[in-house]
């Protein structure tokens, strides 16, 4: 049964093509550099939002029109299955993620899910041989289900730490089993809304914990793929734990983590922090904390997470730009944390989605390469803080200098004021996009 048809597999065809259905910057074998875009953008689908969202919202009810939305329980599970990878080969891409409840549903007690897992699992381990798609990364669930209303692994109830560590255990079990190239922990509910009720203290110290007991797990069972932190500041709770990369970092410092865990960067999550993308990007980058990236935008005018695929071909650039400087993302990659809008109803619409968003990193990616290449930030920069690479500079940066001295340099030197030239810096950077459009 084809859930797409009339949709052939979408072809590079230029910027000049005027076929919707076709990659107009995305050339999966062209050369950037020393990597082809396929190498340099690593793009993912996200499991949830494609296959699982119905397009309601908090006034609405279901919009989507899908062909295996007729079915109910495991042969929905596996009508999903089937329309999932359909949709990979004919998009092209060479990774999916998905949480653990997009793939089976739950049953009535534990052991009963694990068994609907296995039966999924087994069918989507054939089908990945099948068609060389890869598991980019798999995750637990842990914010749906009303058991965890006070959190996961930061519950005040003992026996939902027990269920999060049991749901997590079995997904370390299914990344070994496909070959997951990283694990990401999402702590949706690792928050609070109150601190009349809530031990903070007790709270960080079992997520600490939890943590720990996943590295000693993946190590006992020889799972070597990333884990991986998506920090996220607010919704659902009014503030999570995993707040920016600066709030994960220090979180990763105290409890002795950073040598397990990178971060999981997603743009909307950026902006509802109250920063950019790229500061995110590059926070992580220059901590070695990069791992992989959840590619989508948000509104700016709406004050919550809209999921929307990306296409600010400004965004895509300084993403880049950011990705190009850390080498790559290693084992991550560019998944597609993106819905398609309630009322972009049909099949085909999923394609114009991904088809946008991927062209948009495409371009970025090309644009980004130039501006590295040219060195129009980093000559800028360096000339800049030039007054640190010598005299009193040097000094202060090689730790030769205490307040004694700097206080004499005081004493003998006046301040020159210098520009910093964000207009120019922002108009180059408009002409290298307009260029290469």
Do not use: C
């Not at 996943?214 to 996220?232: H, M, R, S």
């Amino acid at each position: 049964m084809s859930y797409f048809s009339g949709v052939t597999k979408i072809a590079f065809e230029g910027k000049r093509s005027k076929n919707p259905l076709a990659f107009k910057y995305y050339h999966p074998e062209e050369k950037v550099g020393d990597k082809t875009m396929k190498e340099w953008l690593r793009f993912s689908v996200a499991y949830w939002h494609t296959f699982t969202m119905e397009g309601t919202d908090p006034f609405g009810h279901p919009t989507m029109v899908r062909k295996w939305n007729g079915y109910r329980g495991m042969d929905l599970a596996k009508a999903r299955l089937e329309a999932a990878f359909e949709f990979f080969e004919k998009l092209g891409v060479p990774f999916f993620t998905f949480h653990d409840v997009d793939i089976a549903p739950e049953g009535d007690h534990l052991r009963e899910t694990y068994k609907y897992l296995d039966e999924i699992v087994s069918l989507m381990k054939s089908y990945m041989q099948d068609t060389g798609v890869e598991l980019l990364w798999n995750t637990a669930n842990m914010f749906s289900h009303p058991r965890f209303m006070h959190g996961a692994a930061t519950s005040s109830d003992a026996n939902v730490f027990a269920y999060a560590a049991a749901k997590v255990k079995k997904q370390l079990d299914i990344a070994k089993e496909l070959n997951a190239k990283n694990y990401v922990f999402w702590g949706g509910r690792e928050g609070y809304e109150t601190l009349l009720n809530t031990d903070m203290e007790l709270e960080l110290d079992n997520l600490a914990r939890f943590y720990h007991m996943a590295v000693d797990y993946a190590k006992e069972i020889g799972f070597t793929g990333q884990f991986l932190i998506e920090p996220k500041p607010k919704e659902p709770t009014k503030h999570q734990y995993d707040y920016d990369v600066a709030a994960a970092y220090a979180f990763l410092q105290k409890y002795d983590l950073l040598d397990h865990f990178k971060m999981n960067i997603e743009a909307n999550h950026a902006t509802l922090a109250g920063h950019t993308f790229e500061h995110e990007l590059r926070y992580a980058r220059i901590n070695g904390l990069l791992g992989s990236v959840d590619a989508n935008q948000g509104d700016l005018l709406l004050g919550w997470d809209t999921d929307e695929f990306p296409v600010n071909v400004y965004t895509t650039t300084l993403a880049m730009y950011e990705i190009l400087k850390n080498g790559g993302l290693g084992s991550g990659g560019l998944n597609f944390d993106a819905k398609v809008r309630r009322t972009s109803i049909e099949p085909i619409d999923l394609f114009y989605g991904h088809i946008a968003g991927m062209d948009s990193f495409a371009f970025g990616l090309k644009v980004a390469h130039r501006l590295i290449e040219d060195r129009v930030f980093d000559s800028f920069i360096e000339q800049k803080y030039q007054s640190y690479t010598s005299g009193i500079g040097l000094e202060i940066v090689n730790g030769q200098a205490d307040f004694h001295k700097l206080e004499q340099h005081a004493f003998q030197t006046e301040i020159r004021y210098v520009s910093g030239r964000q207009e120019m810096l922002r108009s180059v950077l408009n002409q290298y996009i307009l260029e290469a459009e």
